[in-house]
């Protein structure tokens, strides 16, 4: 799977998503984090996206620290 295990910023992510033209707060991605989690949730793989304690986030298909 392409980046597995990869830690993305929140920066990068923003970058990423809306891009470096538009301003949106760093917490809004912990916001659309959460979302994603709880819909994963409810098919049982709510720990794909895993918290990187002062980095960001990363996606493990194996749900491993």
Avoid: K, P
């Avoid at 830690?7 to 760093?26: A, H, I, K, P, T």
């Avoid at 984090?33 to 990363?58: F, K």
């Amino acid at each position: 799977m392409m980046n597995e295990g990869r830690v993305f910023s929140r920066s990068q992510l923003l970058d990423q998503v809306w891009g470096r033209s538009v301003y949106v707060e760093e917490r809004t991605v912990d916001v659309h984090i959460r979302r994603l989690r709880s819909n994963l949730e409810n098919h049982n793989v709510s720990d794909l996206i895993q918290t990187v304690r002062g980095s960001g986030y990363r996606f493990s298909h194996t749900g491993d620290d």
